[in-house]
């Protein structure tokens, strides 16, 4: 580990669909400050060294989260992760694991955002409030029961370390339904019923067998696993009021 300045070697996954039939590793060797983050040496790579290096970004502010790579083996946000740390290297860098690569550090995220829709991630309202009535107001202790679940950037480094999704593609995931809780959670909404198909279906919460790895590398510190957790609180709750009500007969 250096604190200092230098040059650090950077391995890199690449690929091309269209010239090669598997992923190979080439060597980049980069200068780097103190304040140098691994996106920068990608930047550095693909404007001075190679040009056809293809990659994800935006923000450089660990906002947008479309800079996630696996850096050393673990998923993390290539704009908030420093060289310092790992120099003089070699440093690691590949494609986000679980995910089909499209071109070297780039993922088909296809599998996330095709069932984002499922999650209903909106507020739904069963009447809704007049404008001339204002606002819907929450209390601060109302707007804290979302407050962490809310700070999702979809940077899918929670899918790259879920174990149960490289096994499982249509396992719902850790980001959807911690963003169904975020809903669920949210004083101003009424629509827990829409929501739970996503939660009670075989690869809804019930597929997460809570290794934890979501919540490890999220760098918002959302906690997916205790956003699943409440969830599988949620759909027990459901299923033991339906069944209650066929026992009572009444109509499922």
């Known amino acids: 580990m250096s604190d200092g300045s230098g040059q650090i070697d950077i391995l890199i996954s690449r690929y091309d669909p269209e010239r090669d039939d598997q992923p190979h590793t080439e060597r980049f060797t980069v200068p780097y400050q103190h304040d140098s983050s691994v996106l920068d040496a990608l930047l550095y790579i693909k404007d001075r060294i190679d040009g056809s290096l293809s990659f994800r970004w935006s923000c450089r502010m660990a906002i947008c989260g479309s800079c996630g790579k696996m850096i050393n ?3 993390r946000l290539s704009c908030k992760t420093f060289l310092r740390d790992y120099a003089p290297g070699p440093l690691h860098i ?3 694991h679980h995910f089909p690569v499209i071109k070297d550090l ?5 599998g996330f955002l095709d069932k984002l829709p499922e999650a209903r991630p909106w507020l739904i309202r069963e009447q809704e409030q007049a404008l001339a009535d204002g606002p819907h107001r929450q209390s601060p202790r109302q707007r804290a029961r979302f ?3 809310s700070a999702c950037i979809n940077c899918l480094l929670c899918y790259a370390a879920c174990p149960q999704y490289g096994m499982k593609p249509d396992f ?5 339904l911690a963003l169904v809780e975020r809903y669920n959670a949210d004083s101003r909404d009424q629509g827990r019923a829409e929501r739970m198909p996503l939660i009670n279906a075989e690869d809804g919460v019930w597929s997460c067998t809570l290794v934890g790895n979501c919540s490890a590398v999220c760098p918002k510190g959302v906690d997916p696993a205790a956003a699943i957790n409440r969830n599988k609180l949620e759909s027990a709750k459901d299923y033991f009021l339906r069944f209650l009500k066929i026992g009572s007969g009444g109509a499922e």
């Open 73 to 75: 083996g673990v998923p």
């Open 94 to 96: 590949e494609a986000l």
């Open 106 to 110: 780039v993922v088909e995220q296809a």
């Open 147 to 149: 407050a962490s679940t």
């Open 172 to 176: 719902a995931g850790p980001a959807l």
